[in-house]
């Protein structure tokens, strides 16, 4: 059984840090390519950082440029975001997303809720 089950959300002042975390089982962890996505009230669910395979390569939505950081631990299975210099506008729930093209996997997890205020 697929399962995503992201932690670490919460309430957290601006400019404060959060760190979330997205346990992953019942696939081949190493073999996907990994994402954060969020999805503010009202808003549609937008791209925040990406990570390939092996962690080589890591992308991020201007939003989260030189602020949050993605990685991983292929041999824990688990995924990670570093959120620095968080702002109001980062409020949002934030999703882990597993994608293969070669094993056509893509996966979600529940969710984690942000929220950013004072």
């Known amino acids: 059984q697929v399962q995503l089950v992201e932690s670490g959300g919460g309430l957290v002042q601006p400019g404060g840090s959060l760190r979330l975390s997205c346990a992953a089982s019942?696939?081949?962890?190493?073999?996907?390519?990994m994402y954060w996505y969020r999805q503010a009230p009202g808003k549609e669910r937008e791209l925040v950082a990406s990570?390939?395979?092996?962690?080589?390569?890591?992308n991020y939505a201007d939003s989260a440029k030189d602020r949050f950081t993605i990685s991983r631990d292929n041999a824990n299975n688990m995924l990670y975001l570093q959120m620095n210099s968080l702002k109001p506008e980062d409020t949002a729930v934030y999703y882990c997303?597993?994608?293969?093209?070669?094993?056509?996997?893509?996966?979600w997890g529940q969710g984690t809720q942000v929220t950013v205020s004072s």
């Open positions: 997303n597993g994608k293969s093209r070669i094993r056509g996997g893509d996966y």
């Open positions: 990570i390939t395979k092996l962690g080589g390569t890591t």
């Open positions: 019942g696939f081949r962890f190493s073999e996907y390519t």
